[in-house]
């Protein structure tokens, strides 16, 4: 897994090397380079790179050719990450000298006009023109509907009544498009079968909404100061509580998460509050639900070995299920 | 072999008839049944509403899913929500990325 991450990594290199504009704008883009491969160096198994060849060559046995739609994912990926630790407040030290209008337009380049430049690559290839449009098509129908998700998650702190459902679409699409184009640009590129494109696209949604309800989790009680509680969003654990509690318990729960905004300070209260109401096991559930999902999807695709393994492998990951072995060996360091 | 499955997009939710959903939101609800054990309160969401929206983001159930449901009560029984948090705190961090 790794030496597909560096791989794809140096096709990047060479794509914003050889871009027509000022060596400015182009250290600019390089500064986000410079944060994937950092992440990628800690963690190769990413999905962004990972789904796209792997699926490639499970339909077709060669994962060689897809390393361009691999690079594009991945620029869509680090465009979207930038926008979105914007939003949050998150952005990696290395923006830290940078002003919000370059952030912005760092972002904007590498959601809207890198990914076509390395799809472009394909042309090298052989690959027909109307293969080219398709999966250029795919990634300007990804963006708007990543971005629709990222404008829902941003509104619903505002919002007095986020439902259960609007949670979960929401997360469909803000994170199962993006991990759907993942696989289907894998699959796009290797077969003209519907059926199996389909399939593939199918597994990669369910697997990206299981990822982002990992996320969700993580935020709220995988760190003592939750950044989603600072910054007020309502992810599933959260619109879950609220629409289980009642009357009072329910009121509490409000004014808890009002204070939260302001410090870490109650943090821990709340996360209480929301494991007491079922959250954290329902969070669980819906995980494992997904997982299952994407697990048949998968298998309906008939992937060839021994990729089909190896996507098996990152599905199973996704899970907030504690292992058994992991769960018995709790209580001695307790 | 993917033919011979009989895949289709979505065939897990979408092309359940609502009523057979209802029916496994029925079984799931039952008290002192073989479900008690995580009558936890988590599934009260799952069950307040079920508009066609809801249909298309897994809360009507296929019966398939009703099994997976049974499959995460049984493995997570025993399980105390401090274990699932030590299980996030421990495992996750970099789980969760793209």
């Known amino acids: ?334 | 072999m993917a033919q011979q499955e009989g895949y289709e997009r979505g065939r897990e939710t979408e092309q359940f008839r609502r009523d057979t959903a209802l029916r496994s939101l029925d079984i799931l609800s039952i008290k002192g049944g073989q479900l008690s054990a995580y009558d936890d309160q988590s599934l009260r969401g799952t069950t307040t509403t079920l508009d066609p929206t809801s249909w298309d983001y897994g809360f009507a159930l296929s019966p398939k899913e009703v099994e997976d449901v049974k499959d995460f009560m049984e493995k997570s029984a025993s399980l105390s929500d401090e274990e699932f948090v030590r299980h996030i705190r421990g495992t996750l961090e970099l789980e969760r990325r793209w």
């Open chain 1, 1 to 334: 897994m790794r030496k597909r991450a560096g791989q794809v990594f140096a096709l990047l290199d060479k794509v914003v090397e050889a871009l027509p504009v000022p060596s400015t704008h182009r250290e600019l883009l390089q500064v986000q380079l410079g944060v994937g491969k950092e992440r990628a160096e800690a963690w190769p198994e990413m999905s962004v790179i990972q789904l796209p060849l792997l699926v490639h060559t499970a339909v077709s046995g060669d994962e060689r050719p897809a390393l361009p739609v691999a690079a594009a994912c991945t620029l869509l990926y680090l465009g979207a990450d930038l926008l979105d630790s914007t939003l949050d407040h998150e952005l990696s030290p290395s923006w830290h000298t940078h002003d919000s209008a370059e952030v912005n337009l760092a972002a904007t380049t590498l959601l809207a006009a890198l990914p076509q430049l390395s799809i472009a690559i394909l042309r090298e290839s052989g690959t027909p023109p109307a293969r080219l449009w398709a999966l250029s098509y795919l990634f300007a129908d990804t963006v708007l509907e990543l971005n629709a998700g990222q404008h829902e998650d941003l509104l619903f702190p505002n919002r007095e009544n986020v439902s259960v459902e609007d949670s979960l679409a929401m997360v469909k699409r803000k994170s199962g498009a993006p991990y759907a184009l993942f696989a289907r640009v894998g699959a796009v590129l290797a077969t003209e079968d519907s059926f199996t494109i389909e399939a593939y696209a199918a597994f990669g949604s369910c697997f990206g909404i299981a990822k982002q309800l990992i996320n969700d989790a993580w935020d709220i009680w995988g760190e003592d100061e939750s950044q989603d509680l600072l910054n007020g969003k309502r992810t599933l654990p959260i619109v879950h509580a609220l629409s289980v509690l009642r009357g009072e318990q329910r009121e509490q729960l409000q004014n808890l998460l009002a204070v939260a905004r302001e410090s870490a300070e109650h943090h821990d209260e709340l996360r209480s509050r929301l494991a007491a109401a079922g959250s954290v096991r329902y969070t669980a559930l819906m995980v494992w639900l997904y997982q299952q999902r994407a697990r048949r999807h998968l298998r309906a695709a008939s992937p060839q070995e021994p990729a089909g393994r190896e996507l098996r492998m990152l599905l199973d990951r996704a899970s907030l299920l504690p292992q058994p072995e992991e769960a018995r060996l709790w209580p001695d360091q307790t």
